[in-house]
């Protein structure tokens, strides 16, 4: 078979002779790959990059030079308009290894590989309609991934940029997650300041207690040492707290959050826009449970398809992971928000019903004022308790189970 096709695959190695003459390879490699790829139905381009180690650049200047035309590489971000793909016939392109790839004014840019063949000029007038043509030569394998990215869905529509307008989207969710997490942090932070100033006002109400208990005058030093204490750990502690309660780094609130996290997850509704998928609208009153209701709907991707690159699916998989993912950090901010409410009004209530107690107990004295002081910061600390818990207790009486998350 190989010597009845010795011509043909010598008028084909020609393409690659500038390979020989810079001395990238020799002429028999050539016409080995030549031999290798007819005998096994594959291009000779891939065979002389992965087997015999010649690099693209390389492959493009030698048909760059062969053709007389400046090449062009594969590139997903190329803006292809619709009105040049309007019109194309995917048999047509596959089998002649051509793609219209710019417009620029009434010239249409033509990625081709083989630009020898006659009738790619014709079949170029017939199915692109533009007042000039300019050809470009690529490999054969970009043509057909062009072919593939570009020729999968309706002119008009999320085409050739798919994984590039993905990768974006990602990046959008990572970015809020990261924001999510630093809020998370803040919280936190807000936590420990108040387990100081819990640690100090548990100090002075022992002082309180024991100068109620023990009137020694001898030992009263040392009552006061434990207040000053408790009052210096007390005021680190609501220092701390404060900085994250200032409204200009506070973490934002329950609405802002959910609103914010639905904006990050509207690429679904162009990306993964499958008809059909929501069986059964959501009952969740929250948007932030219908969000998660949402994600089930796109939880298993369809099945990868010949006539999309399994990296596409690949993609949309990664991205459905990633809203998810968002969806859950979403719900553990708010999560912390409402642990840190519920340690403020559970320290509160300890400390009122403490001063409350002494007051009842031992009655009004000169160390009433401690007595007065413990009730009010306990006030004060349900109070804000109540403001920190009350607005996610909706959103968390609806947080998604993680077998709905996980599809």
């Known amino acids: 078979m190989i010597t009845n096709n010795k011509v043909f695959l010598d008028n084909r190695a ?63 971000r190329l803006p292809v308009p619709p009105e040049l793909l309007s019109d194309l016939d995917r048999e047509v392109l596959s089998k002649s290894r051509w793609f219209p790839v710019i417009q620029d004014g009434d010239t249409a ?36 991934w062009f072919i593939q990215d570009f020729l999968n869905e309706k002119p008009g529509f999320i085409i050739g940029t798919e994984r590039t307008g993905l990768a974006f989207w990602r990046n959008t969710l990572a970015q ?9 942090t803040d919280l936190a932070k807000a936590r420990t300041s108040l387990s100081f100033l819990r640690w100090g006002l548990g100090m002075t109400a022992l002082a309180d207690t ?56 509207s690429f679904l509704e162009d990306y993964h826009s499958i008809e059909g998928a929501c069986k059964t609208a959501s009952q969740k009153k929250t948007m932030l449970g ?21 990296r596409v699916h690949l993609a949309r ?51 009433t004022v401690f007595d007065a002081f413990i009730i009010v910061v306990g006030l004060l600390m349900i109070f804000d308790g109540v403001l920190w818990y009350w607005p996610v207790r909706s959103e968390q009486a609806e947080t998604p189970r993680c077998s709905v998350i996980e599809g």
């Open 14 to 76: 020609g393409r690659f002779s500038a390979l020989v003459e810079h001395g990238s390879i020799t002429d028999q490699a050539v016409l080995a790959a030549e031999e290798a790829a007819f005998a096994r139905g594959l291009e000779p381009e891939d065979i002389l990059i992965e087997e015999q180690g010649v690099s693209r650049y390389a492959l493009l200047q030698a048909l760059s030079e062969y053709y007389g035309l400046v090449f062009i590489e594969y590139d997903e």
């Open 109 to 144: 840019v033509i990625a081709v590989n083989n630009f020898g063949e006659p009738p790619i000029f014709d079949e170029v007038k017939t199915f692109v309609k533009a007042g000039g043509y300019e050809f470009r030569v690529a490999l054969g394998k970009d043509v057909q």
């Open 317 to 367: 998989e990664r991205n459905v992971l990633a809203a998810q993912r968002t969806v859950a950090a979403c719900y553990r901010t708010i999560a912390s928000r409402a642990r840190t409410g519920l340690s403020f009004f559970r320290t509160g209530v300890l400390l009122s019903s403490l001063g409350f107690g002494l007051l009842k107990y031992f009655g009004f004295s000169l160390s």
């Open 176 to 184: 809020w997650r990261t924001r999510l997490a630093c809020y998370r």
């Open 290 to 310: 219908r969000l998660g209701d949402f994600l089930e709907c796109y939880a298993t991707i369809l099945q990868p398809s010949q006539s999309y690159k399994e």
């Open 210 to 265: 024991l100068m109620h208990t023990h009137k020694y005058s001898d030992v009263f030093y040392f009552y006061w040492t434990l207040i000053m204490a408790g009052v210096s750990l007390s005021v680190m502690g609501l220092v701390g707290y404060l900085k994250i309660r200032k409204p200009r780094i506070s973490p934002p609130g329950v609405q802002t959050l959910v609103e914010v996290t639905a904006a990050t997850l």
